[in-house]
């Protein structure tokens, strides 16, 4: 794969040493620490050891968690990311965080649209999933605006890390290579 992708305002590659900070800062939000569990928060060696570790994945590699820095052109800081997990078999589930402060902008569309665009055209997926918790209706929303198809939504399927580990409903949307416009 070739990185980084570059859109109208932003840029798509791997985390470096200087995100540390973004990093730190992105993955503090609730919503954001909750789907990236597997960023060490607050060690910088850790940190330094985990974009190590990423940079050595290759996003067709199959079970690895690939995940991407989303940097804003017009600042240069990292406002979110995407993530890519590849069953080796032409099929990845996607996934997103974005900062707070750039939320309701467009920015995720733009941002998974690009990947979602480079899977198909430059690595040769033919399907592309994600899921969500249902209340997270701001994500499964922005499946729909990627043209995704909702295939499952799952009756309390899943029990977040909560205090009463309540069962929650979750939602599943996909789309292939060949309904993909891009």
Known sequence: MTLPI???????????????????ALTRHES?????????????G??????DTQAGYSLFEANQCVDLAVELKESGCVIGLLSLVSDGERQGEIG????????AQGLAT???????????????????????????????KLM?????????HFVKAHAPENPDGAWIDTVR??????EWDG
């Open 46 to 51: 850790k940190l330094m050891n985990y974009i």
């Open 144 to 152: 729909e605006r990627l043209g995704m198809r909702k295939e499952a």
């Open 32 to 44: 954001v620490a909750r789907e990236t569990a597997n960023i060490p928060r607050e060690d910088r």
């Open 173 to 178: 949307y996909a789309i292939l290579a060949d």
């Open 6 to 24: 570059r859109t109208a305002r932003l840029i798509i590659r791997r985390f470096a040493y200087s995100d540390i900070d973004d990093l730190v």
């Open 96 to 103: 997103w965080g974005f900062s707070i402060d750039h939320r």
């Open 110 to 140: 733009e941002a998974a649209r690009a990947l979602i665009t480079h899977a198909f055209t430059e690595c040769n997926y033919h399907r592309i999933f994600a899921g969500t918790p249902l209340t997270n209706e701001r994500s499964w």
